[in-house]
C-alpha cells in the first residue's frame, strides 16, 4: 500500500487557520509533519492548533509586511528547528465592479496574495540557498489565472502574478533543490470565500448546476493533492499548475454548452435530426 508520509518535514501554511488553509493543515499532520500556522487574528490560529493538535504551532503573521514574514520565520526555525516548504495560501478577494473599484481596495487584495506570496517566497527561498537545504514553495492560487475574471479584477490580477512567481522560481531555483508548485482550486466552499463570493443561494443552485460533476469539491481531495505534492513522492515535479476543479474551467468551451442537455436521448435525437438534415443538404 502506498501512503503519503510527511513524518520529520516542517510545512508552514499561511492562512492556516480557516478553510482550506486549516483543512491542508489537517492532512498534513495525519501524514505525519509537523505545521506552523499563521494569520493576522491570533484566535483564530490558536483555536486551530489547540483543536487538531500538538503538532500545529500558531503564529500572528500579516503576509503583507517583510518584517512580519521576518519574524514569523525565524520564530519557526527556533522553534522547529526548519523549515521543509511554504504554502503560500493566505488570500483576500471580493466581488466588485472594476469601474468602482478604489486603489485602496485594489491594493489591499494584491498586498495580501501577490506581495505575501512574495515576502514568504523571498524568505524561504534564500534560507534555503544559503544553508544549502531543499525546499518546496506550494502556492494556491485559482483557475482563472489565465483567462482573468470578471468582477475579481484584483484577485485575479494577483494570482496571475503568483502563477508567473511560481514558473519563474521553479526555474530559476531548481538547481539548488528547490521546488515551486501552484494549486488552482475549483470551487470549494468555505465561510471566508462564500461570505464574499457568493451572492445568495439562488446564485449557488444555479452555479451548481453549471458544474460537469455539479457537486463542490471537498476538503480531504485538495489535501491529498497538497500533501503528494509536499511528499518525497513527487521530487520531478516542479513548474506545475495543477486544477483541481472538477473540469470547472472547461466550461467555455466552444460546445460544451450543450452538457446542459442533461436527457441523453433528446441529445442523440438532435444530433440524429442534424445529420439527417446534413445529408438532405
Ligand atoms: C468593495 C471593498 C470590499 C468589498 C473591502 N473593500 N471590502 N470594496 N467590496 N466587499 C475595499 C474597502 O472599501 C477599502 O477601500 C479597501 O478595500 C480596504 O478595505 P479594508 O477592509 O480596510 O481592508 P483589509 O482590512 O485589508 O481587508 C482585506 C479584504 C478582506 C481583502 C478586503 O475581505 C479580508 O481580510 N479578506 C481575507 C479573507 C478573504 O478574503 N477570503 C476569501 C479568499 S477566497 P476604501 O477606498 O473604500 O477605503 C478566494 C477564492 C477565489 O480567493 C476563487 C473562488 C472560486
Ligand atoms: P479563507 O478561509 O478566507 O482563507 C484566507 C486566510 O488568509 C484566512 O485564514 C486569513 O486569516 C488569511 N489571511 C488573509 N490576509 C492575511 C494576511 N495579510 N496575513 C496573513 N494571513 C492572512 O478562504 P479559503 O477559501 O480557505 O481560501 C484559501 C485559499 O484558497 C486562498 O488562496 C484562495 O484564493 C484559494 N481558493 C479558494 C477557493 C474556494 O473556493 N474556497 C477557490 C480557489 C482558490 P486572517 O484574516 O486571520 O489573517
New binding site residues.
Partial sequence: MLSIDLSGKVIVVTGGGTGLGRAMTETFVKCGARVAICGRRSHIVEEAAQSIGPAVRPYTCDVRSWESVDTFLKQVILDLGTIDAVVNNA????L?ASERL?P??FR??VD?VLMGTFHMSRWAGAYWIDNRRPGHILNIV?TYTDTGCAFVLP?AAAKAGVQALTLSLAYEWAPYGIRANAIAP??FPTQ??WS??MPGSDFEEKYLQRLPTRRYGNYAELGALAAFLLSDLAPYITGAVIPIDGAERLQGAMFNYLAQITDRETLYHVFEMMRQAARSE
Fill in positions: 488570500a483576500g478577494n471580493f466588485y478604489s485602496k481596495g489591499a487584495v495580501i485559482t484577485s475549483g470551487p471566508g470565500a464574499r463570493l
